[in-house]
């Protein structure tokens, strides 16, 4: 539950970063630098298994009390979302991250990170995606990162493909 708080918390303060992604960043200190990849390179791991519909790594890699947000407004919780990305009739493609932005909170524990990204996406032969930000939240728990919450929105005049 504590960890829903500090989502729901990282949520509030999240338009301000999506507006300060936007301006030029401040040189951040190395051990910042080195937070931010690992945070990063978390990221990565977690598209990787996403595109390659890698259920039992993404469990592990998914808060329990992990929620979705879509483009769409759909709320999926971990289970509705484990179950949607394992769907054979789903793919997805996420490239050319950009504008990528990683603060960080709790005295490290939580971390988010908004982007900028394309996805290339069909579900039921139904194409999906474009561009889009992404905000996650990011925690640790007994010393590994977790995701928390995943959202994305179509960039401004960008409409939301039909899912």
Known sequence: MRIARIAALAVLVAAPLVAYAQMPAAKPSEKNDKAAQEVIDFRNKYIEAEEN?????LDKMLADDFFA????GKLLDKAGQL???KRPDRTLKVSNARDTHVQFYANGAVAVLTEHVTVDGRDKGVPF????RFLRVFAKQNGSWKVVLAQSSPMPD??????
Request: net charge neutral; no cysteine.
């Open 53 to 57: 519909r890698d259920v039992a790594y």
């Open 69 to 72: 947000l879509n483009p769409q």
């Open 129 to 132: 995606g474009g561009e889009l």
């Open 83 to 85: 179950a949607n990305l």
């Open 158 to 163: 960008q409409p939301a493909a039909a899912k």
